[in-house]
C-alpha cells in the first residue's frame, strides 16, 4: 500500500466524519430554530460541576434569550460550514468551543450525578469525542477534496 | 473557467445533504407541533393567569400571631417577616450547598417576596422561647411586638385586627370563634376544627361576624389546580368515577417526632393552657413539642394531611362533603406511645357526584375518593383522577393522558393522532424556574402544590399568596379562596374519616339536616376526642 493510497482513504474517511459532524451539528440547530418553545434553560439550570455558577448566570432574564439564539446561530454556522466544505476550520473551532461548554455544563465526573444522559461514561462521553474529532477536522481541512473549497481552489488556480 | 462534471460533484456535493437535513430537521419539529397544536386546540385548556387582588391599602393591618411553633413562623414568614435565627440557619445553608454545588434558594426567594401591607403587633405563645423569638426579631424602632399571655387577652385588646392561629388543632375553633365574635379577622389553620359541635358552631358564628375567616389550604392559590378546574369543567377527563390521593413519608420528622427545645420546662412552658380543654395529664414535653400524634390535641392523618389532599380536589372538583366514609389502618412504622395510626385509608363515597360524561346520559354517577397514606414509606406516588376518557396526575405540574376506550378521544385514538401512553396535555409552569429543595418533607408538600407555585416563571410562596389574599379581603371585603364553607367542608370530612376509623364503622353525612347521621346511641364528638393509651413506648423510655 503506498502512501498515496493510505492518504486517499484516510481522506475520504475524513470528509465522511466532516460531513456526519456537520450533519449532527445542523440538525441540532434546526430543530431548535424551528420549535419557538426551544430553550437551553433546563440544560444550562441544572448545570453541575466547577462551572455550575457560571452557567447558572446565563439563565439570566434578560440574557437567556441571546443565549439561545448564539447557540443555534453557532451549531447552524458549523453544522453549514462543515457540510459544505467552506471555512471549516473556523466551523471546527466554533464546534470544539460549542462542545466544550455542553461538556463543561454536565461533566462526566464520577462524583457528580449524571443527569439526561444516555450511556454510561466514566470523565469521557460523547461530547468530549465530538470536540476531539472537530480538532481533527480543524487540523485536517478536507473541504478541497469535497466542498466548496474545492471550487474556489480551481477557480483561482484558472485565474492565476 | 472549466469545471468538469466530477468537479461539481466533489465541489457542490455538501449542497444536497444540506438541504436533506434543513428539509428533515423543520419538516419533522413543524410536523410535531402541528399535532400538539390539533391535539391543544381539541382540548382548549386555558393556563390559569396569576391570581390578582385589590391592593391591601390604607394603615398596615395590625395582625396578633397566636402559636409561634414550626408553622406559626413559616405563616409569619408569608407575612414578610423572618426570626434572625431563620435567617442565620438558612445564610448556613446556602453557603454549604454553594459549596457543594447545588441550588438553594429559600432565603432569595423570602427576600423576593413582594412586601405585605402588614404589621405584626402581638405575638401569643404559651412557651417563653418562641415569644421571645417573635419579640426579639419582629419588633422595630416603629413597633414592639406586644406579648399576650391568653387569646383573650390578645383579641379583647383592640389592638389587633387579625390574628393568625397556628396552634394544636383543639385550640383553633375557641380561638376562631373568640376572634370572630369580636369581629376580628382570622387565618387559621388546617383543620378547621377538632370536633363536629364546634365545627357546626365555628360556621354560624362566621357567618354572623364581620371578621374575615381563611382557613389555611395555601394551595388554593397554586395555578396549576386553577389550570386543573378549567380541564375538569370543559369534561376532558369524561366521567371521573375514582381519585387516589396520598401520602407517603419516611422519615422522622414527616411522623411529627419534632425537636424538643432545650428550654422547655414547666417554668417556661404554660402547660394548663396547652391542655386546655384536653385530658388532664402531668407536664409532658412529648405531648407539648409533637402533639400530632395524640387525638387529645390533633387529629392524625385524617385532620393533618388528608384534608390537605381532600381540599386539593375539593378546590378542584367543588364536590363537597362525602355521602359516607370508611377508614382503616393502624399505628404500624412509629410505636412510640402515640395513639393516632401512622398508616390509614379513607374510602370517601360521593354517589351523586360527576364530572360530565361523554357516554349515553345516565350511564355514569357517582365517585370514590381514596386516600391512602404511611408514615413508613417514601415513595412518591402521585394523586390521579381517573376518568372515562383521560386520566390526570394533579400535583405542581399537571399531565393528561387519554385512555385507550374514551369515548371522546375515540376518533383521534382511531388516527393514531393520540396514543393512551402519551401525555395529550403536560402544565409545567416551573419550566423556567429553577428549585432549590432540601428536606424530605418540604420536597413531599412542593410535589403536591402545597408549597409554592410559580408566576411568569418565578417561584413564589402558596401560602403567600393565601396571606395576601385574605389581608387584601380584610382591607375590601372581598371573597377569599378558603372560606367557611370550604373550611366546614373540609372539617366534616376529615372527622368522618377520623371517626370511621375510631369506631371501625361506616360514617354517614345527612345533607338535608347539615349533620354526621348519628349512629346507634354513640356520642360522636366525644369518640372523635376520646384518647385511648398510646401504643409502643416512646424512644427515650426504650432500654
Not at chain 1, 47 to 58: I, K, M, N, R
Not at chain 1, 135 to 153: D, E, M, N, V
Not at chain 2, 342 to 348: E, G, I, L, T, Y
Amino acid at each position: 500500500m503506498t502512501t498515496t493510497q493510505l492518504n486517499r482513504k484516510l481522506t475520504n474517511a475524513l470528509v465522511l466524519l466532516r460531513v456526519f459532524i456537520g450533519w449532527h451539528f445542523l440538525y441540532e440547530g434546526i430543530v431548535k430554530v424551528y420549535n419557538p418553545d426551544w430553550t437551553s434553560f433546563g440544560y444550562l439550570a441544572s448545570a453541575q460541576g466547577p462551572f455550575s455558577s457560571v452557567f447558572g448566570a446565563l439563565t439570566g432574564e434578560a440574557i437567556l434569550p441571546w443565549v439561545d439564539t448564539m447557540n443555534w446561530l453557532a451549531l447552524m454556522f458549523v453544522g453549514i460550514t462543515l457540510i459544505l466544505g467552506i471555512f471549516e476550520k473556523a466551523g471546527a473551532l466554533v464546534g470544539m468551543a460549542l462542545l466544550a461548554m455542553y461538556y463543561l455544563a454536565h461533566p462526566s465526573f464520577p462524583w457528580l450525578d449524571q443527569i439526561n444522559v444516555e450511556g454510561s461514561y466514566w470523565f469521557v462521553n460523547k461530547n468530549l469525542i465530538e470536540l476531539v474529532a472537530c480538532w481533527i477536522l480543524f487540523l485536517q481541512p478536507t473541504g478541497a477534496t469535497f466542498g466548496l473549497t474545492r471550487l474556489l481552489s480551481k477557480t483561482k488556480t484558472a485565474q492565476s | 473557467m472549466s469545471w468538469t462534471r466530477r468537479e461539481a460533484l466533489f465541489g457542490l456535493g455538501g449542497i444536497p445533504i444540506l438541504g436533506a437535513i434543513w428539509w428533515a430537521g423543520a419538516r419533522g419539529t413543524v410536523g410535531k407541533r402541528r399535532e400538539r397544536d390539533a391535539i391543544l386546540e381539541t382540548l382548549n385548556i386555558q393556563p390559569s393567569l396569576p391570581p390578582a387582588v385589590p391592593a391591601i391599602g390604607g394603615e398596615p393591618v395590625k395582625v396578633g400571631v397566636i402559636g409561634f411553633g414550626i408553622r406559626g413562623e413559616q405563616l409569619c414568614r408569608a407575612l414578610g417577616y423572618a426570626t434572625d435565627e431563620w435567617i442565620a440557619d438558612m445564610e448556613e445553608a446556602t453557603a454549604l450547598a454553594k459549596a457543594e454545588g447545588r441550588p438553594f434558594t429559600a432565603l432569595e426567594d423570602f427576600r423576593n417576596q413582594d412586601p405585605l401591607n402588614v404589621r405584626i403587633v402581638g405575638v401569643c405563645d404559651i412557651f417563653d422561647a418562641r415569644a421571645e423569638k417573635a419579640i426579639r426579631s419582629f419588633s422595630d424602632e416603629q413597633t414592639t411586638v406586644k406579648r399576650y399571655r391568653t387569646y383573650t387577652e390578645m383579641i379583647g385588646s383592640g389592638d389587633v385586627e387579625a390574628v393568625v392561629i397556628a396552634t394544636p388543632d383543639h385550640w383553633h375553633a375557641p380561638m376562631a370563634m373568640e376572634a370572630l365574635r369580636n369581629n376580628v379577622h382570622v387565618y387559621v389553620e388546617k383543620p378547621m376544627t377538632h370536633t363536629l359541635s364546634e365545627t357546626y358552631e365555628l360556621r354560624d358564628t362566621a357567618l354572623n361576624s364581620k371578621g374575615i375567616l381563611q382557613v389555611g389550604h395555601q394551595h388554593r392559590q397554586t395555578l396549576s389546580f386553577k389550570t386543573a378546574q378549567d380541564i375538569i369543567d370543559k369534561g376532558i377527563l369524561g366521567h371521573v368515577s375514582l381519585i387516589t390521593t396520598n401520602t407517603n413519608r419516611n422519615d422522622d420528622n414527616g411522623a411529627w417526632n419534632y425537636e424538643i427545645h432545650p428550654d422547655a420546662s414547666p417554668d417556661t412552658i404554660d402547660w394548663a393552657q396547652f391542655l386546655g380543654s384536653a385530658p388532664e395529664i402531668p407536664f409532658n414535653l412529648n405531648h407539648f413539642f409533637r402533639w400530632r400524634k395524640w387525638w387529645a390535641y390533633g387529629s392524625g392523618l385524617s385532620g393533618d394531611l388528608l384534608t390537605h389532599d381532600y381540599d386539593r380536589l375539593n378546590c378542584v372538583l367543588k364536590m363537597g362533603i362525602p355521602a359516607s366514609v370508611m377508614a382503616s389502618g393502624g399505628i404500624y412504622t412509629h410505636r412510640d406511645g402515640r395513639n393516632v395510626p401512622d398508616v390509614f385509608q379513607a374510602n370517601m363515597e360521593f354517589p351523586d357526584f360527576s364530572t360530565g360524561s361523554s357516554q349515553v346520559k345516565g350511564k355514569e354517577k357517582g365517585m370514590t375518593f381514596v386516600y391512602s397514606a404511611s408514615l413508613g414509606n417514601g415513595l412518591n406516588r402521585p394523586t390521579m383522577l381517573m376518568g372515562h376518557d383521560a386520566s390526570m396526575e394533579l400535583g405542581n405540574r399537571l399531565t393528561i393522558w387519554p385512555d385507550g376506550r374514551s369515548t371522546r378521544f375515540a376518533p383521534m385514538l382511531e388516527e393514531g393522532k393520540m396514543e393512551p401512553q402519551s401525555p395529550i396535555y403536560h402544565y409545567n409552569p416551573a419550566a423556567t424556574a429553577l428549585d432549590g429543595v432540601s428536606s424530605a418533607t418540604s420536597q413531599y408538600f412542593a410535589d403536591k402544590g402545597l408549597m409554592w407555585t410559580y408566576i411568569d416563571g418565578r417561584r413564589v410562596d402558596s401560602t403567600f399568596l393565601h396571606m395576601r389574599e385574605w389581608l387584601s379581603a380584610i382591607r375590601n371585603d372581598g371573597p377569599v379562596s378558603c372560606g367557611i364553607q370550604e373550611g366546614f367542608e373540609e372539617a366534616i370530612s376529615a372527622h368522618m374519616a377520623g371517626l370511621s376509623w375510631k369506631l371501625g364503622r361506616r360514617v354517614e353525612w345527612d345533607a338535608e339536616a347539615q349533620r354526621v347521621k348519628p349512629i346507634d346511641e354513640i356520642d360522636l364528638d366525644a369518640a372523635l376526642l376520646e384518647s385511648p393509651p398510646g401504643v409502643g413506648v416512646p424512644p427515650e423510655q426504650m432500654g
